[in-house]
C-alpha cells in the first residue's frame, strides 16, 4: 500500500471528491482505495508520499508514439540491428514512465518491437507504461515508404490490405495503423494529398472489427480525413488541414476523434538539421495551415487526444514538449491541455473506465508535478517529482 499525502487535484480530473487537496490510498493490486481529506487516512504499514501540496494528476497518454525512434536521423534504422533497435526502444518506454506517462498508444514500428515489449512487460521483466501496438503501417505504394527502414507495409488493394492487417495481429498488434493521405516525413510524400482508397480503407476498417479492434488513420488534408471518418476508423492522426466541414463532421459522430501532434511541428524546427530539404520544406510552407486549422477545431469543441510523434532524443532533451507545444505552436488553455492527456485520451483509447481520472476503483496510477501546471503549463517542463505506476515509485 502507499499513501500519497497532501496531493492537489484538479477538479476536472478527479472523479467522486470534491476537495482541492486530499490524500490518496492506493492499495497492493495498485487501485486507489480511498480519496479523503489530509490527515484522516490512517494506514498502518502503508509507505508514505508527502506530495506537499503540489498538484497530483492520472498517468499521461501519449497516443502517437514511435518508440523505435531513438533520434531524428531516420535513415539510421536501416542499418540498426534488431536488438539495438529494442533496447533503444526500451529505454524510450522507460523515459516515457519518468515523465509521468503510464499508457503509450505506439503508431508504427519496425522488428514488431512494441509487441515484444509488451511481452518483456508481462513477463515482469521490466516496468513501463502500458502499450496499445500498431505493428507496422499499412500504406499504399508511395514516395518515401522506405524512410524508416521496414516501418510501412506496402499494399496496393483491398486483398493486400486484409492480408496486411491480419498480419498485424497475427503478429501480436492490438490495432491497425493506416496511411489516408501523404506525410511530412516521408521524403517526397505529400501531407494534403489522398493516397489510400475508399475500398481499402473499408477493408482495413472490417478486419480490425473482426479482432474487436480499430484503425487509426494518418491523415493531413481535410478529403483524407473525412475518408476516414466515412470508412469508420477510430482515429485521426495529425488533421493539420481539416476544415469547418470536417471539423463538424467529426464534432457530431461519438465513434471517430482527432489526435492532434503539436510536438513533432516544434521538433522539427529544434532539430532542423537532421531533416531533409524536402521536409524542412513542407513543414515551413504548412506550418501557418496546420496551426489555424487545429486552432478552429479545438474552439469548436472538439475532444481531442494527445500525441506527440517525436523521437527519444527530442523526447528526453525536452521534457513536458507535448504540454507546452499545444499552447506555443497551437493556442490551447492550460488546463485543457491536461485534460486532453489524461481523461479525453483515456476516453478515446476505450480506457475510461480503469484510467484517465483520479477515482477510487480506478488504477492508482500518479503523477506529482511541482506547482500548478493548470496555471502555468511551462510547469511540464520540469520533471514530475514523482511517479507512480505498477508498484514503483520513481522520484526525479
Ligand atoms: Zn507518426
Given at each position: 500500500?502507499?499513501?500519497?499525502?497532501?496531493?492537489?487535484?484538479?477538479?476536472?480530473?478527479?472523479?467522486?471528491?470534491?476537495?482541492?487537496?486530499?490524500?490518496?490510498?492506493?492499495?497492493d493490486?495498485?487501485?486507489?482505495?480511498?480519496?479523503?481529506?489530509?490527515?484522516?487516512?490512517?494506514?498502518?504499514?502503508?509507505?508514505?508520499?508527502?506530495?506537499?501540496?503540489?498538484?497530483?494528476?492520472?498517468?499521461?497518454?501519449?497516443?502517437?508514439?514511435?518508440?523505435?525512434?531513438?533520434?531524428?536521423?531516420?535513415?539510421?534504422?536501416?542499418?540498426?540491428?534488431?536488438?539495438?533497435?529494442?533496447?533503444?526502444?526500451?529505454?524510450?518506454?522507460?523515459?516515457?514512465?519518468?515523465?509521468?506517462?503510464?499508457?503509450?498508444?505506439?503508431?508504427?514500428?519496425?522488428?514488431?518491437?512494441t509487441v515484444?515489449?509488451?511481452?518483456?512487460?508481462?513477463?515482469?521483466?521490466?516496468?513501463?507504461?502500458?502499450?496499445?501496438?500498431?505493428?507496422?503501417?499499412?500504406?499504399?505504394?508511395?514516395?518515401?515508404?522506405?524512410?524508416?527502414?521496414?516501418?510501412?507495409?506496402?499494399?496496393d488493394?483491398p486483398?493486400?490490405?486484409?492480408?496486411g492487417?491480419?498480419?498485424?495481429?497475427?503478429?501480436?498488434n492490438?490495432?491497425?495503423?493506416?496511411?489516408?493521405?501523404?506525410?511530412?516525413?516521408?521524403?517526397g510524400?505529400?501531407?494534403?494529398?489522398?493516397?489510400?482508397?475508399?475500398?481499402?480503407?473499408?477493408?482495413?476498417?472490417?478486419?480490425?472489427?473482426?479482432?474487436?479492434?480499430?484503425?487509426?488513420?494518418h491523415?493531413?488534408?481535410?478529403?483524407?480525413?473525412?475518408?476516414?471518418?466515412?470508412?469508420?476508423?477510430?482515429?485521426?492522426e495529425?488533421?493539420?488541414?481539416?476544415?469547418?466541414?470536417?471539423i463538424?463532421?467529426?464534432?457530431?459522430?461519438?465513434?471517430?476523434?482527432?489526435?492532434?501532434?503539436?510536438?513533432?511541428?516544434?521538433?522539427?524546427?529544434?532539430?532542423?538539421?537532421?531533416?531533409?530539404e524536402?521536409m524542412?520544406?513542407?513543414?515551413?510552407?504548412?506550418?501557418?495551415?496546420?496551426?489555424?486549422?487545429?486552432?478552429?477545431?479545438?474552439?469548436?469543441?472538439?475532444?481531442?487526444?494527445?500525441?506527440?510523434?517525436?523521437?527519444?532524443?527530442?523526447?528526453?532533451?525536452?521534457?513536458?514538449?507535448?504540454?507546452?507545444?499545444?499552447?506555443?505552436?497551437?493556442?490551447?488553455?492550460?488546463k485543457?491541455?491536461?485534460?486532453?492527456?489524461?481523461?479525453?485520451?483515456a476516453?478515446?483509447?476505450?480506457?475510461?473506465?480503469?484510467?484517465g481520472?483520479?477515482?477510487?476503483?480506478k488504477?492508482?496510477?500518479?503523477?506529482?508535478?511541482?506547482?500548478?501546471?493548470?496555471?502555468?503549463?511551462?510547469?511540464?517542463?520540469?520533471?514530475?517529482?514523482?511517479?507512480y505506476?505498477?508498484?514503483?515509485?520513481?522520484?526525479?
Open positions: 500500500m502507499i499513501l500519497f499525502k497532501n496531493c492537489r487535484l484538479i477538479k476536472e480530473l478527479t472523479e467522486g471528491y470534491e476537495g482541492e487537496y486530499a490524500d490518496i490510498l492506493i492499495n493490486e495498485d487501485i486507489i482505495e480511498r480519496i479523503s481529506s489530509p490527515g484522516t487516512i490512517r494506514s498502518e504499514g502503508a509507505r508514505i508520499v508527502d506530495a506537499k501540496n503540489n498538484t497530483v494528476l492520472p498517468g499521461f497518454f501519449e497516443l502517437h508514439a514511435h518508440l523505435c525512434l531513438s533520434d531524428m536521423n531516420f535513415h539510421k534504422l536501416r542499418t540498426t540491428t534488431q536488438s539495438e533497435n529494442a533496447l533503444e526502444a526500451l529505454s524510450f518506454a522507460r523515459e516515457y514512465l519518468k515523465q509521468g506517462y503510464t499508457t503509450i498508444r505506439d503508431a508504427g514500428t519496425i522488428h514488431n518491437v515484444e515489449l509488451k511481452r518483456a512487460k508481462e513477463r515482469g521483466i521490466v516496468n513501463i507504461p502500458d502499450i496499445i501496438s500498431s505493428g507496422q503501417i499499412i500504406t499504399p505504394t508511395e514516395n518515401g515508404n522506405d524512410t524508416f527502414a521496414n516501418m510501412y507495409y506496402e499494399v488493394s486483398y493486400e490490405v486484409r492480408k492487417c491480419r498480419k498485424q495481429f497475427e503478429l501480436g492490438d490495432i491497425i495503423k493506416c496511411m489516408l493521405t501523404g506525410a511530412y516525413l516521408n521524403e510524400g505529400n501531407p494534403g494529398e489522398t493516397i489510400m482508397m475508399e475500398d481499402e480503407v473499408r477493408e482495413a476498417v472490417k478486419v480490425a472489427k473482426m479482432k474487436g479492434s480499430y484503425v487509426m488513420g491523415a493531413h488534408g481535410a478529403e483524407g480525413i473525412q475518408l476516414g471518418i466515412r470508412c469508420g476508423v477510430g482515429t485521426i495529425h488533421g493539420s488541414f481539416i476544415d469547418d466541414e470536417t463538424q463532421i467529426l464534432k457530431e459522430s461519438d465513434e471517430c476523434f482527432l489526435v492532434p501532434t503539436a510536438a513533432i511541428g516544434l521538433a522539427c524546427f529544434y532539430d532542423a538539421e537532421s531533416l531533409s524536402d524542412m520544406d513542407k513543414r515551413k510552407r504548412y506550418e501557418l495551415a496546420e496551426k489555424e486549422a487545429l486552432n478552429k477545431a479545438y474552439r469548436a469543441g472538439l475532444k481531442l487526444g494527445f500525441g506527440s510523434d517525436i523521437d527519444k532524443e527530442n523526447f528526453v532533451k525536452y521534457p513536458g514538449m507535448e504540454f507546452y507545444a499545444r499552447t506555443d505552436w497551437y493556442d490551447f488553455e492550460y485543457d491541455i491536461l485534460i486532453q492527456a489524461t481523461k479525453n485520451s476516453e478515446i483509447a476505450g480506457l475510461s473506465e480503469k484510467k481520472t483520479i477515482k477510487v476503483g488504477k492508482g496510477e500518479l503523477v506529482v508535478i511541482e506547482g500548478k501546471p493548470d496555471e502555468d503549463i511551462y510547469k511540464m517542463k520540469k520533471m514530475p517529482l514523482y511517479v505506476f505498477n508498484g514503483e515509485l520513481i522520484e526525479n
